[in-house]
């Protein structure tokens, strides 16, 4: 099992920066593929980036020059960094993980942490 623990969301005008962390304390396995989503109220999750082993980043189109997502295999941990935040950045944040377990490839979900930006 692979638990993960966001830290850094919060409130924030519009304009500003926000660095958000996901850890995944105690795993002895690797993370193959670590992602952000968000969940904002009354719509579906999305894609905000992801980062595989390799390094690959891919970002949706909303974030692409504003966000940038990055990884830390020492600490089993990835950041998103948030600039230039825009009021329709607003909502809970999710980390996501899939790392190869037992001859298989699992994936899991953070609790989310809050972004809300103010416009």
């Known amino acids: 099992q692979v638990q993960l623990v966001e830290s850094g969301g919060g409130l924030v005008q519009a304009g500003g920066s926000l660095r958000l962390s996901c850890a995944a304390p105690g795993t002895f396995f690797s993370i193959d593929v670590w992602g952000w989503y968000r969940q904002a109220p009354g719509k579906q999750r999305t894609m905000v980036a992801t980062i595989t082993s390799a390094g690959t980043t891919n970002y949706a189109d909303s974030g692409k020059d504003r966000f940038t997502i990055s990884r830390d295999n020492a600490k089993n941990t990835v950041y998103l960094h948030m600039n230039s935040l825009e009021f329709e950045d607003t909502g809970v944040y999710l980390c996501?993980?899939?790392?190869?377990?037992?001859?298989?490839?699992?994936?899991?979900w953070g609790q989310g942490t809050q972004v809300t930006v103010s416009s």
């Open positions: 996501y993980a899939v790392a190869y377990i037992n001859s298989g490839y699992h994936a899991y």
